[in-house]
C-alpha cells in the first residue's frame, strides 16, 4: 500500500463544473503540499498546508490532521486546468517528499 | 529572477553508459532534491543535498550519486544505465531542507536509455 493514494486517477469533468481531488496518506506530517504537472514534465507548486484550508483564485485545498485527508478543489473548471495534480507530503521523521501517483484531469469546452 | 534550471531538457543514452544531469537552484536557496518519474507514476525521492553535505538517500542503487557545488548547483550521476532508468528526472529546489519550506521544481531531464 502506498503511503500517499490519491482519487481519482482520472477525471474528466465539463468547463465550468466544481472539481475535487482527494488524497489521503497514512505516515505522520508536518506538511503536504499539492503539485501541478503539465505535459512535458514542468511542476508547479500550487498550496504547501500544515492545517486548516488555502485559496488561491479558483483553487481551494483542505487538510485534516487527525483523518490524514487533504482536497483540492477547482470551483469553476477551465480546460487550462487540464494537468495532473499531484500530492505530497513530507513526514516527520524526515526531509524528503513522498508522492502519489497523481490524478489527470481533462475540462473539456 | 530565473526559476531551477535543470539540463539538458532531453537525453538518450545506450545501456551501459554514463549521464550527468545539471541543476542550478532559486537564487538563495540552498537545497537541492532530486526526483525519478517513471511514466505514469509519481515522483520518487532520489537525493537531497544542503550546504554541500548529502541530508537524504531514497531507494536508488549505488550506480546513483550526486554532490552540491560551492554555488549550490547539483549534478546527479548515474552510470552502467539501465533500461529502467528511462525517466523524467526531476531537480527541486528549496531555501533549507527543513519543514517549514517551499519546494520550487524545474522542468525536469527526460532521459531515455535505449
Known amino acids: 500500500k502506498n503511503e500517499v493514494e490519491q482519487s481519482p486517477q482520472n477525471l474528466t469533468a465539463q468547463e465550468g463544473e466544481f472539481i475535487t481531488i482527494n488524497c489521503s496518506y497514512s505516515?505522520?506530517?508536518?506538511?503536504l503540499h499539492w503539485l501541478q504537472q503539465h505535459p512535458g514534465g514542468g511542476i508547479v507548486s500550487l498550496f504547501m498546508?500544515?492545517?486548516g484550508k488555502k485559496k488561491h483564485g479558483r483553487l481551494i485545498a483542505t487538510i485534516n490532521i487527525q483523518e490524514k485527508h487533504s482536497s483540492l478543489h477547482i470551483t469553476a473548471s477551465h480546460p487550462r486546468d487540464s494537468a495532473v495534480y499531484i500530492c505530497?507530503?513530507?513526514?516527520?521523521?524526515?526531509?524528503?517528499?513522498?508522492f502519489g501517483e497523481g490524478t489527470q484531469l481533462t475540462v473539456n469546452p | 529572477d530565473a526559476g531551477v534550471t535543470q539540463s539538458p531538457t532531453h537525453l538518450i543514452k545506450t545501456r551501459g553508459q554514463h549521464v550527468t544531469l545539471r541543476c542550478s537552484p532559486i537564487?538563495?536557496?540552498?537545497?537541492v532534491s532530486w526526483y525519478q518519474q517513471v511514466l505514469g507514476q509519481g515522483p520518487q525521492f532520489i537525493f537531497q543535498y544542503y550546504e554541500k553535505e548529502e541530508r537524504g538517500r531514497g531507494n536508488f542503487p549505488d550506480r546513483f550519486s550526486a554532490r552540491q557545488f560551492p554555488n549550490y548547483s547539483s549534478e546527479l550521476n548515474v552510470n552502467a544505465l539501465l533500461l529502467g532508468d528511462s525517466a523524467l528526472y526531476l531537480c527541486?529546489?528549496?531555501?533549507?531542507?527543513?519543514?517549514?519550506?517551499?519546494?520550487?521544481f524545474g522542468s525536469g531531464t527526460r532521459l531515455t536509455v535505449v
Open positions: 505530497a507530503v513530507r513526514e516527520t521523521s524526515g526531509s524528503r517528499l513522498t
Open positions: 505516515v505522520g506530517i508536518s506538511a
Open positions: 537564487s538563495g536557496h540552498k537545497s
Open positions: 527541486a529546489s528549496s531555501l533549507g531542507p527543513g519543514q517549514v519550506y517551499g519546494y520550487t
Open positions: 498546508l500544515s492545517s
